[in-house]
C-alpha cells in the first residue's frame, strides 16, 4: 500500500511533466514527418526513408498518448457517493497511518451527497492532502476528516485537519506554486496538481494553518 501512494505521486509528477515534454516534442515531430513524407515522394527507392518514417509515426503516437495521460484538466466525470469515495480513501491510508503512529477519523456527512465528479482525480487530491497531513506529525498524532453537504447533491465541503508542524503565512501564500516544498525529500508538485484538478472541477481550496499548532485544508465541490 505504501508503494502504491508513492507510486500515484511519482504518476502524477510524471504526467504533468511528460504532458508538458511530449507537447514539445509533438510539433517538431509532426513536421519532420511530414519532410520524410516530401522526401520519400521524390525519391521512391529509398528504403531508409520508410524506416524512418515508421519510427517518427510510432514515436508521434506514442507522445500522444502521453499527453492524454497526464492532463490535469482532462477530466471525465461521473456520480459520486461522496462519503464513500472518503471511506474508501482513508482505508488505502490506514495502514501508512499506522506505521507512523497516525490515527484518521472520519465524520461523514448525516445525508448521503452524490456529486459530479472525477472521482480518480479527486481521490488523487485527498491522498495529497492526507499524504501532506502525515509528512506534518513525524511523530505522529491526528487527523481528522469531515464532510460537510450543501442543498440536495448540490455542493460538499470536506475538511482535512491535521496536528503536525503548521506553516507561516509566506509558506501558505507558497501554497500550489510547483516545486515549492519545506521538505527535504519532497517534489512541491502534489499541490500543483491539486490546484489544477479542484480548479478544473470549478471548485476551491482553502487553507488555514498556524506554525506549530496545525493545519486544515477545505475542499470544496
Ligand atoms: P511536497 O509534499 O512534496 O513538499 P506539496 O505540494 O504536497 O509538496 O506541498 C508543498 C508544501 O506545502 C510542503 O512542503 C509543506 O511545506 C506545505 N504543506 C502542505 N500541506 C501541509 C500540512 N498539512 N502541514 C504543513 N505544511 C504543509
Ligand atoms: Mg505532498
Known amino acids: 500500500l505504501q508503494q502504491q501512494l508513492i507510486e500515484s505521486e511519482k504518476l502524477s509528477t510524471l504526467g504533468r511533466f511528460g504532458a508538458g515534454l511530449a507537447h514539445e516534442i509533438r510539433n517538431p515531430l509532426t513536421s519532420i514527418i511530414g519532410l520524410t513524407q516530401l522526401l520519400k515522394e521524390n525519391n521512391h527507392q529509398n528504403k531508409y526513408l520508410e524506416i524512418i518514417t515508421d519510427e517518427l509515426e510510432r514515436m508521434e503516437s506514442l507522445v500522444n498518448q502521453f499527453v492524454l495521460l497526464g492532463k490535469p484538466n482532462d477530466i471525465h466525470k461521473a456520480g459520486c457517493d461522496i462519503n464513500k469515495l472518503i471511506y474508501n480513501t482513508v482505508e488505502l491510508m490506514k495502514s501508512n497511518a499506522q506505521l507512523q503512529d497516525v490515527k484518521i477519523h472520519f465524520i461523514p456527512s448525516q ?52 496536528e503536525g508542524v503548521g506553516m507561516t503565512q509566506e509558506e501558505i501564500d507558497s501554497l500550489g506554486t510547483p516545486f515549492f516544498t519545506s521538505k527535504e525529500n519532497g517534489l512541491g508538485m502534489g499541490l500543483p496538481i491539486c490546484f489544477d484538478i479542484v480548479k478544473a472541477h470549478d471548485g476551491e481550496i482553502t487553507v488555514e494553518s498556524e506554525k506549530g499548532k496545525g493545519t486544515v485544508m477545505q475542499l470544496q465541490l
Open 111 to 162: 445525508e448521503e451527497i452524490n456529486l459530479e465528479i472525477d472521482q480518480a482525480k479527486i481521490k488523487q487530491v485527498l491522498i495529497n492532502f492526507i499524504k501532506n497531513a502525515f509528512e506534518a506529525m513525524p511523530e505522529g498524532g491526528n487527523i481528522y476528516i469531515q464532510a460537510k453537504g450543501e442543498g440536495i447533491n448540490e455542493k460538499v465541503t470536506i475538511t482535512i485537519e491535521d
